[in-house]
């Protein structure tokens, strides 16, 4: 007989809709006849939790019983997305759900859809963090994610005459079902203050850091299901909260108010995420967000390795591996560092050792303006004790290792330095002291850590080169794929089984079927069921009607000048203005699709977004295309929007200035997809070209070299703009008053292709993009090549799965044990 404890809990039908209906009564205070739909769906992921969280308690209980090492992944990011769908069908109760809830009465599709995105970052680097802690469960990697618990996410995005308008993200206004708060986890965070040098009764000198705020960290924990896995691991979550007790002082002063003030001051370091995804330099509030996360998140590493066994601090290292997303999280360095030595009293050289065992620091980008530097008047007043220890790293780092390898040589210890001189100040660069206090320094795709390599850390890379290494980005097939598009995931299994879910590389085995006609039918039957899908949602939403029938031409990513939303642009308008001179064009119809926000001070960036709009609304009410062309820009792209046009794409863009886009994740989430890539030779795209082969990708434009050939030689796009009259016309074409009745609307646009230089070669690469367009366009006509062609992108991205590049942090760089339940 099951106890009624056990029975609450069981993977039935039966057990499942007990569970719901209690949840419904009993947590939500609802009468199952008249709950809302939004109880429905808190009561159906409460019941699911519930399943989840015994077994993140029991993976927790094995991992520390083993005393196996875990992985810390350290991120200010994690885009989540929606999570009932994903938990459901990673744990495999998606069918059982499916009827349960259709027995009383509900369809569970419309309860997915009452679920808020949970949209705690940006863009590529947030997502990338987000699919790591799917595979990491999944392989039953002992792992835990830390990061800040953002009372507002990225902003959600409205157009309002064209223009980007920002609101609030208040995701978590009516609570989230799958957070859980950890009071008896709290930690206690200094800022601010001055640090005091003492000596001890030896005469020994050590450092005091006095006179600080504190400010609490409430963690809230979010179980994270992996697939096919009995490993539950979990999301940690840091809140801001006042530290009450360092008020009581103004409060005995009668200050009740001020007091007040103040609590609210402290809590707003988790309200807001910053919107940029290039480096916003100089925010106080930022530094403060970093340091607050990293701090707890080191407390309760250090509190787990101190209560969990006896080992000496040598040992840390063999217990923790900690990860840094980007140079983001690196004030964790100091802080470890400040740990061990002013805490716990180990001597430096000790102490150095085993930080940089322990570290570990994946750079995304190589773009100059995006590398973090903090100046150190602003370090020194938020962290004065942490910019001694960075000076000391420096101290001896400079006077040690590089004067012994370039003696006398002051030029190599002006690049090498943590500290740059600029303008007069001083700056910390995050990115050095990132290779400096760990082992491993990764890019994230094969071309950008050469790139790191040669051109971002040249003289690290010479000193310590066995310290870089390349782990190519992956995406998870469950979220990008499974959940995302079943159909496509059952005709994927029912031809080549399931292990594919949990081993990309059998995707292969689908290569074969390219041939097969009836195969081909039913691969395009499934894209066009989500073209008619998503161009219900373009109804829905933009009021613009666009046949599934056209090429669905998809460019979804952040906004930013390096990634040319405006060559894609340019086109577009060359394509209009053909067609008004020539209506019979010989064409295949195409919506051109688009989902971006902008950084909200990113002016050109929003400009942009305009002039897209603005083209939009001409073209899609223009009568003489014939239906020919559709400009579509959905708004508040996030997650679950992609969830919706990744399956419907037939065309992926990833037209980047060679050698900006670190790696790009979307490319492989299209791709996957059956979508075809238009690309240039940049980023992951590289890799891609090499998986599915030069027969099954559109590649143009300038490679790196050539761009640096081209900046050698002297760059002017004026050049450009007079060789081609396409090119011309369409770029004076945009610039006139014709799409808004204002001639100075997109001078901004026109102004950063001519006079100021087309820092990213969007005049340069026009003509080979067209040219490559028209490839597009004639492939597209010739439906059986096409298809073939989408099939064997299906089946040779497996390299791409995240499992893959998961496996490969664990091995190299992290050590881990897998370990199953
Ligand atoms: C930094 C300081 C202050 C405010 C904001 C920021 C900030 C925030 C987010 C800087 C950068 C980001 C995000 C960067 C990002 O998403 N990079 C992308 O990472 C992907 C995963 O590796 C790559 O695929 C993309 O190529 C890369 O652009």
């Known amino acids: 007989m099951e106890t009624p404890a056990n029975c609450a809990v069981l993977n039935t039908n039966e057990s499942l809709k007990l569970s719901i209906t209690n949840h419904l009564r009993f947590t939500l205070g609802a009468y199952v006849e008249s709950a809302s739909e939004n109880d429905w769906f808190v009561a159906t992921s409460l019941a699911v939790r519930d399943r989840v969280m015994e077994r993140a308690t029991q993976s927790r209980t094995k991992h520390r019983s083993q005393g196996v090492r875990r992985v810390h992944y350290l991120s200010l990011e994690y885009l989540m997305g929606r999570l009932l769908e994903n938990n459901l069908r990673n744990s495999g109760l998606y069918d059982i759900a499916k009827q349960a809830l259709k027995d009383m009465g509900k369809d569970l599709d419309t309860l997915l859809q009452k679920e808020p995105d949970m949209g705690l970052g940006n863009g590529g680097l947030g997502r990338l963090a987000a699919c790591f802690m799917d595979s990491l469960s999944t392989l039953d990697l002992p792992a835990i994610g830390y990061g800040i618990h953002y009372e507002f996410g990225l902003f959600r995005q409205e157009f309002v005459n064209g223009r980007q308008v920002e609101h609030p993200d208040a995701w978590m206004r009516d609570g989230s079902p799958w957070k859980i708060a950890r009071p008896s986890y709290r930690q206690t965070v200094h800022l601010y203050g001055k640090v005091i040098q003492k000596f001890d009764e030896f005469g020994h000198p050590h450092h005091e850091w006095v006179e600080t705020k504190c400010l609490l960290g409430l963690p809230w924990d979010i179980p994270i299901v992996g697939y096919d896995s009995s490993t539950v691991n979990v999301l940690r979550l840091w809140q801001a909260q006042a530290d009450e007790d360092f008020n009581f002082q103004v409060f005995n002063e009668g200050s009740y108010v001020d007091a007040l003030r103040e609590k609210a001051i402290a809590e707003t370091v988790s309200k807001v995420l910053y919107p940029n995804d290039a480096t916003e330099s100089g925010k106080e509030l930022r530094l403060v967000q970093q340091y607050f996360f990293v701090a707890c998140s080191l407390a309760d590493i250090v509190r787990r390795f101190k209560n969990g066994y006896n080992l000496p601090w040598s040992e840390f290292p063999s217990k923790a591996a900690i990860q840094l997303n980007d140079t983001h999280p690196a004030v964790a360095i100091p802080e470890l560092m400040r740990i061990l030595v002013d805490v716990e009293r180990i001597d430096w050289a000790q102490a150095w050792a085993i930080c940089q065992k322990t570290f570990s620091y994946t750079n995304h980008t190589l773009l100059p303006e995006a590398l973090e530097t903090w100046s150190t008047a602003l370090f020194e007043r938020v962290l004065p004790r942490h910019l001694q220890i960075i000076f000391e790293i420096n101290h001896r780092f400079l006077t040690g290792e590089v004067e012994a390898r370039w003696p006398g040589d002051m030029e190599k210890k002006r690049v090498l330095s943590l500290i740059e001189e600029r303008g007069g100040g001083k700056h910390v660069r995050m990115a050095h002291l990132s290779v400096l206090g760990g082992h491993a320094t990764n890019g994230v795709a094969a071309l950008h850590t050469r790139l790191l390599c040669e051109r971002l850390f040249p003289e690290f890379f010479e000193l310590y080169p066995d310290r870089f290494l390349n782990l190519t980005n992956g995406v998870t097939f469950r979220r990008w794929l499974d959940v995302c598009n079943p159909q496509l995931s059952a005709l994927i299994t029912e031809s080549i089984g399931s292990g594919w879910l949990k081993d990309s590389s059998k995707l292969r085995e689908l290569d074969r079927f390219a041939d097969d006609s009836s195969f081909r039918e039913r691969f395009q039957q499934i894209k066009r069921g989500h073209k008619v899908h998503?161009?219900?949602?373009?109804?829905?939403?933009?009021?613009?009607?666009?046949?599934?029938?056209?090429?669905?031409?998809?460019?979804?990513?952040?906004?930013?000048?390096?990634?040319?939303?405006?060559?894609?642009?340019?086109?577009?308008?060359?394509?209009?203005?053909?067609?008004?001179?020539?209506?019979?064009?010989?064409?295949?119809?195409?919506?051109?699709?688009?989902?971006?926000?902008?950084?909200?001070?990113?002016?050109?960036?929003?400009?942009?977004?305009?002039?897209?709009?603005?083209?939009?609304?001409?073209?899609n009410h223009d009568p003489r295309v014939g239906g020919k062309l559709k400009v579509i820009f959905m708004p508040n792209y996030g997650v679950s929007i992609a969830e919706r046009i990744i399956p419907a794409a037939d065309l992926s863009e990833q037209i980047s200035t060679a050698g900006k886009e670190a790696s790009g994740t979307g490319n492989m989430k299209l791709a996957l997809n059956g979508a075809l890539t238009i690309g240039t030779l940049d980023g992951a795209n590289v890799e891609i070209l090499e998986e599915v082969g030069p027969d099954n990708i559109f590649i143009f434009g300038l490679t790196v070299e050539g761009v640096t050939d081209l900046y050698k030689r002297g760059y002017n796009p004026w050049d450009f703009y007079w060789a081609s009259e396409d090119l011309r016309l369409s770029l004076d074409w945009l610039a006139s008053d014709y799409f808004t009745g204002n001639q100075d609307e997109f001078k901004p646009l026109r102004d950063s292709l001519l006079t100021h230089g087309d820092p990213f070669l969007v005049m340069a690469d026009y003509d080979a993009y067209a040219a490559s367009q028209a490839e597009v366009d004639k492939a597209y006509r010739d439906q059986p090549r096409w298809q073939k062609m989408a099939i064997h992108n299906t089946a040779r991205v497996g390299k791409f799965s995240s499992d893959r590049t998961i496996l490969e942090y664990a091995e190299k760089v992290w050590k881990l044990p897998q370990v199953s339940m």
Do not use: M, W
């Not at 109804?539 to 029938?549: E, H, K, R, W």
């Not at 000048?561 to 064409?587: A, G």
């Not at 295949?588 to 699709?593: C, G, L």
């Open 534 to 619: 998503l161009a219900k949602i373009i109804q829905d939403t933009c009021g613009v009607s666009v046949s599934p029938d056209a090429l669905f031409d998809v460019q979804i990513k952040r906004l930013h000048e390096y990634k040319r939303q405006h060559l894609n642009l340019l086109h577009i308008v060359s394509l209009y203005r053909r067609l008004l001179e020539n209506p019979q064009l010989d064409i295949a119809p195409r919506v051109f699709i688009f989902g971006a926000k902008a950084a909200p001070g990113y002016y050109l960036a929003k400009n942009i977004i305009h002039a897209i709009n603005a083209l939009a609304n001409k073209v």
